[in-house]
């Protein structure tokens, strides 16, 4: 809640599609402070209980909410857009991604400058899309759209054959989404840039080989499901909180 008075109180979002704003933002700073408190660790923690808690009904960014109550019963708004920020922050890189997130909420890259009271101001998607862009000197729309637009998450599909390993996306409304990614041979990094079509590298035929292995990129990954899946999950997770909760506090029905 604390960070709520940076991402909702100074910066608040200009229509109920741009809460995540709020709530991805918020979810993500619970990640970053256990990063510089107990380190990556704790940073990891918080993002794999966001990552497994998303549910892929709606898109983040669902132009037909009428209200924020409805917008927050959008539990992606919180997990998914968690993890586009981690992305996008691995994408673009430290500096560019903490001077546009600063830019988002004070108007300036050095908000130390500024007199109080600081002047709160409405954001839209389109605001941070416009000022990461400028910060990482290219157009990241096509990353942050992907993410939040679309019901579901990109698919990296590998293949190993003949010497060589061949990565390409498949990728939710068959948007473009030219992510480079990492892949360690051998304990040895290498980075693999994707095209519209696919990337490829040569590897050797018994070497020892991990796709993404930092996690730096939100991925559908086999460990959730659809999102008919993922709601009985969390009502399963729900009965057995409650369940649980009423027998510590010995709750009894009347």
């Known amino acids: 809640e604390l960070a709520h008075e940076w991402f909702g109180n100074v910066m608040t979002h200009a229509r109920p599609q741009d809460s995540w704003l709020h709530e991805g933002y918020g979810a993500y700073m619970q990640s970053v402070y256990a990063e510089e408190t107990v380190g990556r660790l704790g940073y990891f923690d918080n993002m794999y209980g966001a ?47 903490w001077v546009g997130t600063r830019r988002l909420i004070y108007d300036t890259a050095e908000p130390w400058s500024l007199q109080y009271p600081i002047p709160s101001r409405y954001r839209s998607t389109e605001d941070f899309i416009r000022i990461m ?22 698919e990296l599909r590998q293949s190993r ?39 490829s590298m040569p590897v050797p035929d018994m070497a020892r080989i991990i796709v993404d292995p930092d996690s730096k990129i939100m991925r559908a990954l086999p460990i959730i499901g659809d999102c008919e899946e993922q709601t009985d999950a969390q009502i399963q997770h729900n009965i057995d909180r409650f369940t649980r909760m009423a027998k510590e506090y010995g709750w009894r029905r009347d």
């Open 133 to 154: 862009s400028e910060e990482a000197g290219e157009d990241v729309a096509w990353l942050v759209e992907t993410y939040l637009a679309e019901v579901g998450m990109p």
């Open 161 to 199: 054959a003949d010497g060589r390993l061949t990565l390409s996306w498949e990728v939710p409304g068959g948007r473009p989404f030219p992510m480079p990614v990492e892949v360690s041979v051998n304990g040895v990094m290498t980075e693999v840039e994707i095209t519209s079509d696919s990337g």
């Open 51 to 97: 990552y497994v808690a998303n549910e892929h009904c709606l898109p983040v960014t669902n132009p037909t909410v009428e209200d924020v109550g409805e917008a927050f019963d959008n539990r992606d708004i919180y997990t998914k857009g968690a993890w586009m920020l981690h992305t996008l922050r691995n994408y673009i890189g430290e500096d560019a991604f």
